[in-house]
């Protein structure tokens, strides 16, 4: 299924909601990807009419639970919708159900089990809306990305996954987390299928590919190293000129100074929910919170200027490529569900606000997935999908061939 994925199924009809709701029954129990699945019923017209999807439990959704991936707000019932939720009403979408995050969308886990292999980690924050349509559960789900939460779910479960440029679709009615970061996307099987999703939403598509790919490799782990070399020597073989990039040293800055804007802006987010309720927010989270909390704000001002420098940098190196391929994660899934990974590999270019995608590499048939993260340059969506289209259809072949 790599060049056409479940969305593409039914928006032509081969499949509908009823299909979901069966495979919600079958693989639920074992993976736990919801919160709460329940079919929204209406009769909108357009181009997604009957399309059904799921929305991280961040999301609010009139008359769903939504207990932001906490006990404390079990039941939570939403009185207003999302502004992207009723963007996608306003497309025929149908919402299906609320997906597992993890606790305030931070790294205290969630249930949820990766489909591959489910004593690993979906990783996280956007767990459930990964693992959910990785295992046919949904055709596209929402998900948010504040570091690496659509971008290292989709590496380890083996889908597709769009962060989109900072702001371009609406967070108004998603919980926030860090305002100057938290961004919404989402979750498909294909990069075909993302396509589709992204005409369907009213946006340009492009047909036009980039003349050169530009290649930043970071420290990652052997077997995602390996992948990832293999993945540029197949797009090579196949005609993309692929060529190593040389970031500023603002990119390597930009990871540093994401993670202190995190700290700095989720304490103060979230600081009244934690003096209500203490650790049981989440260890993790209570911890951020305590440090973000005893943070001045002389140094979460110097680096929001870092980010500022990072994005006038590398847009002149998108000027020379204009879109750069870097591993989507450090390695595969993680063993256990106690850790939902590392965003080490995505939290730059989401300080960036630029646009990003996560398409699967070949990987041994027994072997975790892995990821290929593209980037390009601000409110360049339409040329990054077709990228991705286009990578993803030569790693498939490239694929194919290797093995017959």
């Given at each position: 299924?790599a060049?056409?994925?479940?969305?593409?199924?039914?928006?032509?009809?081969?499949?509908?909601?009823?299909?979901?709701?069966?495979?919600?029954?079958?693989?639920?129990?074992?993976?736990?990807?919801?919160?709460?699945?329940?079919?929204e019923?209406?009769?909108t017209?357009?181009?997604?009419?009957?399309v059904?999807?799921?929305?991280?439990?961040i999301?609010?959704?009139?008359?769903y639970?939504?207990t932001?991936?906490?006990?404390?707000?079990?039941?939570?019932?939403?009185?207003?919708?999302?502004?992207?939720?009723?963007?996608?009403r306003?497309?025929?979408?149908?919402?299906?159900g609320?997906?597992?995050?993890?606790?305030?969308?931070?790294?205290d886990?969630?249930?949820?089990r990766?489909p591959?292999?489910?004593?690993h980690t979906?990783?996280?924050?956007?767990?459930?809306?990964?693992?959910a349509?990785?295992?046919?559960?949904?055709?596209?789900?929402?998900g948010?990305?504040?570091q690496?939460?659509?971008?290292?779910?989709?590496?380890?479960?083996?889908?597709?996954?769009?962060?989109?440029?900072?702001?371009?679709?609406?967070?108004?009615?998603?919980?926030?987390?860090?305002p100057?970061?938290?961004?919404?996307?989402?979750?498909?099987?294909?990069?075909?299928?993302?396509?589709?999703?992204?005409?369907a939403?009213?946006?340009?598509?492009?047909?036009?590919?980039?003349?050169?790919?530009?290649?930043?490799?970071?420290?990652?782990?052997p077997?995602?190293?390996?992948?990832?070399?293999e993945?540029?020597?197949?797009l090579?073989?196949?005609?993309?000129?692929?060529?190593?990039?040389?970031p500023?040293?603002?990119f390597?800055?930009?990871?540093?100074?994401?993670?202190l804007?995190?700290?700095?802006?989720?304490?103060?987010?979230?600081?009244?929910?934690y003096?209500?309720?203490?650790?049981?927010v989440?260890r993790?989270l209570?911890?951020?919170?305590?440090d973000?909390?005893?943070?001045?704000?002389?140094?979460?001002?110097?680096a929001?200027e870092?980010?500022?420098?990072?994005?006038r940098?590398?847009?002149?190196?998108f000027?020379?490529?204009?879109?750069?391929?870097?591993?989507?994660a450090?390695?595969?899934?993680?063993?256990?569900?106690?850790?939902?990974?590392?965003?080490?590999?995505n939290?730059?270019?989401?300080?960036?606000?630029?646009?990003?995608?996560?398409?699967?590499?070949?990987?041994?048939e027994?072997a975790?997935p892995?990821?290929?993260?593209?980037?390009?340059?601000?409110?360049?969506e339409?040329?990054l999908?077709?990228?991705?289209?286009?990578?993803?259809?030569?790693l498939?072949?490239?694929?194919k061939?290797?093995?017959?």
């Amino acid at each position: 299924m790599a060049n056409t994925g479940m969305l593409a199924r039914c928006i032509a009809g081969e499949v509908n909601a009823e299909y979901f709701e069966e495979r919600i029954r079958k693989e639920e129990p074992r993976l736990h990807a919801w919160v709460e699945t329940r079919l929204e019923s209406h009769s909108t017209g357009g181009p997604l009419k009957g399309v059904p999807y799921g929305a991280k439990d961040i999301v609010e959704a009139r008359g769903y639970r939504t207990t932001y991936g906490s006990a404390l707000f079990a039941d939570h019932i939403s009185s207003e919708d999302a502004a992207l939720v009723e963007l996608l009403r306003s497309k025929g979408a149908l919402l299906l159900g609320k997906t597992q995050t993890t606790s305030f969308a931070y790294f205290d886990p969630a249930p949820t089990r990766n489909p591959h292999k489910p004593d690993h980690t979906p990783g996280g924050s956007s767990s459930g809306s990964a693992a959910a349509v990785a295992a046919g559960m949904a055709p596209f789900a929402i998900g948010t990305q504040t570091q690496g939460s659509i971008i290292r779910p989709a590496s380890f479960c083996g889908v597709v996954g769009i962060k989109p440029t900072f702001d371009l679709l609406p967070v108004k009615g998603i919980m926030p987390f860090a305002p100057s970061l938290d961004t919404a996307g989402f979750f498909t099987q294909t990069a075909l299928d993302l396509r589709l999703l992204w005409q369907a939403l009213g946006n340009g598509v492009d047909s036009g590919l980039p003349p050169v790919y530009g290649m930043i490799e970071p420290p990652v782990d052997p077997e995602m190293h390996e992948a990832f070399l293999e993945a540029i020597q197949s797009l090579s073989q196949y005609g993309c000129v692929v060529k190593r990039a040389d970031p500023p040293e603002s990119f390597e800055q930009a990871l540093n100074a994401v993670r202190l804007i995190q700290t700095y802006e989720g304490a103060r987010t979230l600081e009244e929910t934690y003096k209500r309720h203490g650790a049981a927010v989440g260890r993790k989270l209570a911890q951020l919170i305590q440090d973000g909390l005893a943070m001045p704000e002389e140094p979460y001002r110097e680096a929001l200027e870092v980010l500022v420098k990072a994005r006038r940098e590398m847009a002149a190196l998108f000027e020379t490529y204009p879109v750069i391929l870097s591993p989507a994660a450090p390695g595969p899934a993680p063993f256990g569900l106690g850790f939902t990974g590392d965003p080490r590999c995505n939290a730059a270019w989401t300080g960036l606000h630029v646009p990003v995608i996560s398409i699967p590499m070949p990987v041994a048939e027994d072997a975790l997935p892995m990821g290929l993260q593209m980037a390009a340059g601000a409110n360049q969506e339409a040329l990054l999908i077709a990228a991705a289209c286009h990578c993803q259809a030569l790693l498939t072949a490239g694929a194919k061939t290797a093995s017959a």
